[in-house]
């Protein structure tokens, strides 16, 4: 539903970094097209992290994603454009005080957005287990599936979740079998070694 908000607490190890919300805003315009809008925001100690990721209302693939960092004091702003008919993603990096710099990504097969899979995995009717995904991401394709079936905590509640596995590993992610798929805990989104997001509010 748009206006849905998951606010998630951001952990290394056990050391609490910071918060982090994803935000549906459902159906936007941009460039004459129409996008689903998913809003990724993480704030910590010394880092900022926003992500306005389009992605098409249909595949969930994404159209654009515009990042705005702030790392140590350090800005820049990364776009990236996808054409998934041709398989590139144009990536234009601006750091404060420089000319933008952009390059050129070739990939085959559709291109994927962790968030975007996110999303598109709860639309599904139910979670299943044992289904395997094949997600190609800008620099890295990995195969998402089922490990096994878990109970887990989470906002001050017991969930039913399946807990899904990458390979290579780089992502962990707990998902509700509930109605609303909630996305309970998500390992490896952040590019920061060891992090994990929980969720701890849910709003409609």
Known sequence: ????????????????????????????????????LIVFTARGFNFYDEERIFVDPVSFLPVAVIRDLN??????????????????????KTV??????SMLIEKKGPIDNIY??????????????????????PTLNVKISGVKDVEFKAA?????????GSVPSKYSIWMDKGEKRLPLRIGGAIGIANTVMTMIEYKE
């Open 1 to 36: 539903q748009k206006g849905e908000t998951i606010r998630f607490s951001v952990k290394q190890s056990v050391m609490k970094m910071g918060e982090a919300t994803l935000v549906f805003n459902g159906e936007v315009e941009r460039n004459g097209r129409k996008c689903v």
């Open 71 to 92: 790392i140590f004091g350090n800005k820049e702003k990364i776009v990236e454009e996808y054409d998934q008919a041709l398989g590139r993603i144009k990536v234009t």
């Open 96 to 101: 404060l005080g420089h000319e933008p710099v």
């Open 116 to 137: 975007g899979f996110i999303y598109r995995y709860r639309m599904q009717e139910r979670p299943v287990r044992d289904a395997q995904f094949d997600v190609r991401l």
């Open 156 to 164: 001050g509640k017991m969930y039913k979740a399946v807990l899904l």
